[in-house]
């Protein structure tokens, strides 16, 4: 599965990506679909505090359980791909993300 970026890039999600969403982050299962509008048009994008090569990308969503952001974290590191993405009551610390 492949999605396009607001940066231009198309990031890929594998199935053992998605296996791993599923498993850790069921509550986002419903909410799947949505993945692709946070990656189009976030509403901010971080860099990861942990790994400079994951860009953090989060979208509100005031229907999602009384309001939530999607947070979908990318590696960024040649091949851009979907590591993780959850369900968060607030954007995460971390730089923001200066597009180039």
């Known amino acids: 599965m492949k999605f396009k970026t607001n940066l231009g890039k198309i990031v890929e999600l594998?199935?053992?990506?998605k296996k791993h969403i599923f498993l850790f982050h069921p509550d986002l299962k419903p909410y799947f679909g949505l993945v692709k509008d946070v990656l189009l048009e976030p509403y901010e994008i971080r860099i990861s505090k942990s790994d400079p090569k994951v860009l953090l990308f989060y979208k509100y969503f005031?229907?999602?359980?009384?309001?939530?952001?999607?947070?979908?974290?990318v590696k960024t590191n040649g091949r851009w791909f979907v590591l993780t993405?959850?369900?968060?009551?607030?954007?995460l610390s971390g730089e923001k993300y200066a597009q180039e």
């Open 62 to 73: 005031d229907t999602i359980l009384g309001g939530k952001y999607i947070m979908v974290g």
């Open 14 to 17: 594998t199935s053992e990506r």
């Open 85 to 91: 993405s959850y369900l968060t009551n607030k954007i």
